[in-house]
């Protein structure tokens, strides 16, 4: 079920969908999307699952071009506490094809991990069976 999706002029795009069959969240990120973009897009996230309180979310970057969100600061402020509060607990992150990694799996505080199960990867299909996995 789409929940929503948030496209830029460049053609850039963040797409939020509830997979009712497997039980979590994909946020799907596309193109060229810069820092003022990223925020809102998980922005979006949050004002989107409030009343889903889904505990699992693929953050699915593999499309993603050119440098990824850097304000790991404000995800550790703002937005994790917040996505906390409405129930996520496991975060599947798939990193970039062309970068194979980002600042997020450089510099993720240790202590916002001990409120989130954050797991790196490489493939969705690995993120997915780690969210499988999880579920059990």
């Known amino acids: 079920m789409l929940l929503h999706s948030l496209s830029d002029a460049d053609g850039s795009r ?9 039980g979590w969240l994909r946020a ?7 820092p ?8 979006q996230y ?3 699952v409030q009343p889903l309180r889904c505990p699992y979310l693929l953050n699915d970057n593999l ?3 050119g440098p990824w969100f850097d304000s ?3 995800l ?15 975060v599947a992150h798939v990193v970039q094809a062309d970068t194979r990694t980002d600042s997020l799996t450089l510099r993720f505080p240790t202590h ?3 409120l989130l199960e954050l797991q790196i990867f490489h493939s969705v299909a690995e993120a997915e069976q780690w969210l499988r996995s999880c579920q059990h």
Request: charged letters at 25%; proline letters at 2%.
């Open 46 to 48: 949050l004002h989107n």
């Open 63 to 65: 499309a993603l071009r």
């Open 14 to 22: 963040c797409t939020l969908t509830y997979e009712e069959k497997n």
């Open 76 to 90: 550790q402020r703002a937005w994790v506490p917040h996505a906390f509060r409405l129930g996520l607990r496991y």
């Open 36 to 43: 003022l973009e990223a925020m809102r897009g998980a922005e």
């Open 112 to 114: 916002v991990v001990g």
């Open 28 to 34: 799907t990120w596309s193109g060229y999307v810069d």
């Open 72 to 74: 790991v600061e404000w």
